[in-house]
């Protein structure tokens, strides 16, 4: 048990020492050590003050007061995993429902966007949600090619492997899927129909009906269809029904266990955040800002050749930095070069895409008008610089 502070090599060592690999630090080359945070900034252990663009998880704000008084309070009672009843879960759900669609009824609450992969890889036909992750990691030079929009980043969930046939496509999803997340259930909807080949028709209804019948890992959800779907428009309300069958179609394909997902610590903050999100008008505040943000990076776009698409929804924006306006060459080591300076003027940016060149702005929602001044002058300065010194935009090595 640490004794005091300590250094932030000695934190460094030991992480090397006792964490794997695979936890990711940003910033590697010159970690930061971050020790507080409070509403879009956070502070490392020499004081100093950042702007934090990157962690918009923290919806509103580091540390909001209501937030930790709420986690606080409910941690001296209780925290335990969801398999008992209480009313923090249920009343969580009932405010998230009321925020969403009608027919947004059911709620599965887990711990991390890893957890919601896995659980929407359940629910998937071919399990093809799972392929966008798993495709960032295979090589470069892999045939590709763009079949769906992205709000920010051009070509992130855009890609599926250019194959021979959907048949052969679906059946690499599957395998692919089932590799990523070690599970083996697949719902799929009634008389759907996936391909010819035989792990494809043991995930067809249409095929196996009339075949070797139904897989137990096989969970089959009706129809979303109010003319051949069981719940018909006679129906006084097909989806609601429609919602409850699903839930337990899917409740069937694997009994999660989440021991934390909608703990009532969890719920209690996450009607902390409501209260918050409604009392300060955070919502209204962060169109606003993000609208000026926008506005503030088109500027730039005409200005600097390197910025390529600008796009976003509120306060989360993504800017595509470009070698070659025809081509659209990522311009992945430009990303980096201006995430690393950001990071010396004390702003705190990420990159994503699958050329890692989409400089991606999350900030809490708190984030303000002066922030977004502030950041679009430093991006500016930086770009003016690095324009001076790569006239061509061509790959600009950081230097160590």
């Not at 925020?99 to 890893?114: D, Q, R, W």
Request: with cysteine.
């Amino acid at each position: 048990m640490a004794t005091g502070p300590r250094g932030k090599a000695a934190t460094l060592a030991l992480r090397r020492r006792l964490l794997s690999n695979s936890c990711r630090l940003f910033f590697p080359e010159d970690p930061i050590k971050i020790v507080r945070g409070q509403g879009q900034y956070m502070y490392d252990e020499q004081g100093a003050e950042y702007i934090d663009c990157i962690n918009n998880v923290a919806h509103v704000g580091h540390c909001h007061p209501l937030v930790v008084q709420a986690a606080h309070e409910q941690n001296q009672v209780l925290n335990t995993n969801s398999r008992y009843l209480h009313d923090n879960i249920v009343d969580y759900a009932q405010r998230l429902s009321e925020t969403l669609p009608e027919k947004l009824c059911v709620f599965y609450f887990l711990n991390s966007g890893k957890e919601r992969v896995v659980f929407a890889n359940t629910w998937c036909g071919t399990m093809a949600l799972a392929l966008p992750d798993i495709l960032r990691h295979l090589p470069q030079t892999f045939p590709r090619r763009p079949v769906l929009p992205h709000p920010i980043c051009p070509g992130k969930w855009q890609h599926r492997l250019r194959l021979c046939s959907r048949s052969e496509a679906n059946d690499l999803a599957l395998r692919l899927a089932r590799q990523y997340t070690g599970h083996w259930d697949v719902v799929v909807l009634d008389h759907a129909y996936h391909g010819h080949l035989s792990s494809l028709i043991d995930i067809s209804p249409y095929k196996f009906r009339d075949l070797d019948g139904q897989k137990e890992w096989v969970h089959v959800a009706p129809l979303p269809d109010t003319y051949r779907g069981p719940y018909r428009e006679d129906h006084p309300n097909p989806a609601v029904a429609y919602a409850s069958e699903v839930k337990r179609v899917v409740g069937s394909a694997q009994e999660k266990g989440r021991k934390f997902g909608g703990s009532p610590v969890s719920c209690a903050v996450g009607l902390a955040v409501l209260d918050v999100l409604e009392k300060e008008q955070l919502q209204a505040h962060a169109a606003s800002v993000g609208s000026f943000l926008m506005e503030l990076l088109g500027q730039q776009k005409a200005k600097h050749p390197i910025l390529g698409d600008i796009r976003g929804v509120g306060l989360f924006i993504g800017v595509d930095l470009i070698k070659d306006e025809a081509t659209r060459m990522p311009a992945t080591e430009e990303a980096d070069y201006v995430v690393s300076r950001l990071k010396e003027n004390y702003i705190l940016l990420s990159t994503d895409g699958p050329g890692r060149n989409v400089l991606k702005f999350k900030p809490p929602m708190c984030f303000s008008l002066d922030n977004a001044r502030h950041v679009v002058a430093r991006l500016d300065a930086i770009l003016t610089d690095m324009e001076e010194k790569v006239r061509s935009c061509e790959t600009l090595r950081l230097q160590p």
